[in-house]
C-alpha cells in the first residue's frame, strides 16, 4: 500500500519558468489537499478538493492552480514560479466528515532561483 | 477562522524525562477534531495522537497523552519517558468538524524538541 507518492522530491526552477507536482493517493480517499511549508514554520493551506471535479482555495492559494479529474490524482500547478514560492510541498488525503488523520506524502522541496 | 498558537518555539529534556508542549487554539465551534503531529528531520508528517471535542476523556497513546482543556482552549501533549527518537518538530493542529470546512487542517507553528541523552 503506497498510501500518498508525491513527485518529484526535489526540484530547483528558475523565476519564471512553470512545473507541476504530482500527487498520488492509492486509499480511495475523496479529499485531497496541498499545503506548503516554509522554513521554521507551520504547514499552510494551498486548495483543496472534496472529491473529483470539486476545488477550493485555501489560506494561500496564489500564484497556484489544481485540477481533480480522477479521484486518485491532485496536481498542483505553478504557472510563473517566483522566489517566494520556494518551500516544501506537502500532499495530503483523508476520507472526510470523521475524526479520521490526513495522511501525507513525503513532500517536494522546491527551490525558485 | 480558526488559529493555532504553539508557544515554545523550541523545548528540549533530558532521556527518560517528560516533557510537556502546549498549543492553544481559538475557534467558535462546539464539534472539532485536534491532532498532534511529529515531523522529523526526514520531514515525513506522522501522526501522534487525536482528540475529539465532544469526548471528555483525555486521548492517550502509549507514552504520548494529552491534556484536553475544551473551555480554556488547550490542548497540551505530554511525552513521557523521553527517548532520542522523539527529538522532532511537533505540530499542533485543528480541524473542524463541519461539512463546509472540507476537513482541513489549521496547523500551529510548531515546536522544536531536543532530546538530550
Known amino acids: 500500500n503506497a498510501g500518498v507518492t508525491q513527485t518529484p522530491k526535489f526540484r530547483i526552477l528558475k523565476i519564471g519558468q512553470s512545473m507541476t507536482l504530482q500527487c498520488t493517493q492509492d486509499m480511495n480517499h475523496n479529499y485531497m489537499y496541498w499545503y506548503r511549508q516554509d522554513p521554521g514554520m507551520g504547514l499552510k493551506l494551498i486548495y483543496y478538493s472534496v472529491g473529483a471535479g470539486i476545488t477550493d482555495k485555501g489560506e494561500v492559494p496564489n500564484g497556484y492552480n489544481v485540477s481533480r479529474s480522477t479521484t486518485e490524482d491532485f496536481p498542483l500547478r505553478l504557472e510563473l514560479a517566483a522566489p517566494s514560492q520556494t518551500s516544501v510541498y506537502f500532499c495530503?488525503?483523508?476520507?472526510?466528515?470523521?475524526?479520521?488523520?490526513?495522511?501525507f506524502g513525503d513532500g517536494t522541496r522546491l527551490s525558485i532561483l | 477562522a480558526q488559529t493555532v498558537t504553539q508557544s515554545q518555539p523550541e523545548m528540549s529534556v533530558q532521556e527518560a524525562e517528560t516533557v510537556t508542549l502546549s498549543c492553544t487554539y481559538d475557534?467558535?465551534?462546539?464539534?472539532?477534531?485536534l491532532f498532534w503531529y511529529k515531523q522529523p528531520p526526514s520531514r515525513q508528517m506522522i501522526l501522534v495522537i487525536r482528540q475529539e471535542a465532544y469526548k471528555q476523556q483525555n486521548a492517550t497513546e502509549n507514552r504520548f497523552s494529552v491534556n484536553f482543556q475544551k473551555a480554556a482552549k488547550s490542548f497540551s501533549l505530554k511525552i513521557s519517558d523521553s527517548q532520542l527518537g522523539d527529538a522532532a518538530m511537533y505540530f499542533c493542529a485543528y480541524r473542524s468538524a463541519g461539512l463546509a470546512s472540507g476537513s482541513r487542517l489549521t496547523f500551529g507553528e510548531g515546536t522544536q524538541l531536543t532530546v538530550n541523552p
Open positions: 475557534t467558535s465551534e462546539s464539534d472539532y477534531y
Open positions: 495530503a488525503s483523508t476520507h472526510g466528515h470523521s475524526n479520521q488523520p490526513q495522511h
